[in-house]
C-alpha cells in the first residue's frame, strides 16, 4: 500500500519505580516509534531508566529524556514557580542523567519532550520555554525538542537553532487557542478509541483539530503522543498504530532521516 502521509508516534515511560512495573511499556514499544523516558524528577529511577532504555534500543524505538518537576507525590503536574536559570539546570541534570544510560547501553539519544505542567508552562511562557531550549542545545545541539505545537517552546527551539517537532496528542481536548485543556476540566482526556483515532486522522490529514467548543483549530503535527500511564494506554497505541497504516500513514521513526 502506497503511503500518503507519515507520523512519529511517541509514549511516555519509564515511569515507575524499581521492581514495580506501571504500564505496558514493553508491550507499547511494539507499536510506537519514539518513547521518552522519566528522568527521576516525576518518576522514574536509575534502575527503571537503564531497563526502560535498553528495552527501546532492543526494539529500535527512538529515545528522548522526559525531564520534569521534581514532584513525585503530584507526579510532576502541579505548577511550581521557578526562574529560567532553575529550569535551565533541572533541564540540564535530567537529560544528562538519562543521557549516560544511553551511552552506556550504545545508543544515541534522539530527542526532549518536557513532561506535565514544566511542558504546560513552557508552552505558554516563552521565556521559559528559551530557558529549556537553552538547556537542551547545551548537552547536545543535535537533540529535537518535542513540544505543544505551535506553542512558545517549539518557537524557542527554533530560534536556539534546534529541530523540532510539532507535537499532537490522541488522548487530550483542544482548546480553541490551540492549548490542551486542563486535565482537572471534565472533558480533558479522551477514554475512546475510535475517538482518538479519529482526532488523530483528522489531525495528520487535514492539518486540524476539534476543540472543546466545537470548532475547528488548525494544527500541524509532526509527533503524535499516546500517554503510557493511561489506563487505555496499550490499546490506544495498537489500534492507532494499525488503523493508521491502514488508512495510508506510515507509523515512522523519520527523525533519524536527518540525523
Keep these: 500500500m502506497m503511503m500518503e502521509y507519515r507520523i512519529d508516534l511517541n509514549c511516555d515511560m519509564g515511569e515507575s519505580f524499581g521492581s514495580y512495573k506501571m504500564g505496558n511499556d514493553e508491550e507499547i514499544l511494539d507499536f510506537v516509534t519514539s518513547a521518552n523516558i522519566a528522568c527521576g524528577f516525576h518518576a522514574g529511577d536509575p534502575s527503571t531508566m537503564r531497563k526502560t532504555v535498553k528495552l527501546a534500543l532492543e526494539k529500535g524505538v527512538g ?68 530557558a529549556i531550549a537553552e538547556a537542551v542545545y547545551a548537552v547536545d545541539p543535535e537533540l529535537i525538542l518535542f513540544g505543544l505545537s505551535g506553542s512558545e517552546i517549539v518557537k524557542a527551539g527554533k530560534k536556539m537553532g534546534l529541530r523540532v517537532a510539532n507535537e499532537a496528542f490522541s488522548d487530550r ?21 475510535e475517538i ?55 507509523v515512522v521513526n523519520f527523525f533519524h532521516d536527518s540525523r
Aim: aromatic share 6%.
Design 63 to 130: 529515545i528522548g529524556a522526559h525531564p520534569g518537576f521534581q514532584d513525585l507525590a503530584g507526579f510532576g503536574r502541579r505548577n511550581i514557580a521557578l526562574t529560567p536559570q532553575e529550569a535551565y539546570d533541572i533541564v540540564v541534570y535530567q537529560v544528562g542523567a538519562l543521557n549516560g544510560f544511553v551511552k552506556a547501553e550504545g545508543g544515541v539519544m534522539q530527542h526532549v519532550k518536557p513532561h506535565g505542567a514544566l511542558y504546560n508552562m513552557a508552552a505558554a511562557d516563552a521565556f521559559l520555554g528559551e
Design 173 to 193: 481536548i483542544y482548546q480553541d487557542d490551540g492549548m490542551l485543556t486542563g486535565r482537572k476540566e471534565a472533558k480533558a482526556l479522551i477514554t475512546q478509541p
Design 196 to 250: 482518538a483515532i479519529q482526532q488523530v486522522v483528522q489531525m495528520i490529514k487535514k492539518g486540524t483539530v476539534l476543540s472543546a467548543n466545537g470548532n475547528i483549530v488548525p494544527i500541524l503535527a509532526d509527533t503524535v503522543c499516546v500517554h503510557g500511564d493511561g489506563s487505555h494506554a496499550l490499546e490506544f497505541a495498537r489500534i492507532i498504530s494499525e488503523t493508521l497504516k491502514n488508512s495510508k500513514v506510515d
